[in-house]
């Protein structure tokens, strides 16, 4: 007999999920979308473009929280980590809107730095992870480790 998708336990593979480094890049872009805003007279979108990057960066530690959370139980299970996403995704989402709304049109630069910190947490959690299985090489070869943030503790 199987087990039903929902009740089924979670496996996350080890990702290199860097925020420090995701923060010093937001911190630039914020500074780079500010300058182009500010050259082009909306100075506020570029501040709101960087309130933006601040939501995803939120939005990708909470998901690391809610990920070492549940699967820390014995027997973690899928719907727990559907019903925190879509929950956080919720709250993310509205407070984005809310901020766009309100603000419009310059705070509409929170929506697009939310997408962007989408492309950016793609690309920077892929990428070593594709490096490292084209290289073949081993676990302990890897340049990059599981976590590296400073703030994970070593076993």
Sequence with gaps: MTTPA?????????????PVRLFA????????????????????????FGIGLGLGLFNALMVRRAVEAITAKDHPLKSQMAMNSA??????????LVIAFYFRPTGL???????LFQVL????????VLKKLRSGSDAD????????????SKD
């Design 6 to 18: 929902q009740d089924a336990p979670l496996v996350f593979p080890s990702v290199a999920f860097r």
């Design 141 to 152: 070869d890897s340049p990059v480790p599981a976590s590296n943030d400073g703030f994970a």
């Design 121 to 128: 947490l793609v690309a920077t959690t892929s990428l070593p």
């Design 87 to 96: 929950t956080r995704l919720l709250v993310v989402t509205v407070v984005g």
């Design 25 to 48: 890049i937001c911190v630039v872009l914020t500074g780079v979308a500010t300058a182009i805003a500010a050259y082009l007279g909306s100075p506020m979108f570029g501040a709101f």
């Design 109 to 115: 630069g929170v929506l697009f730095g939310l997408a």
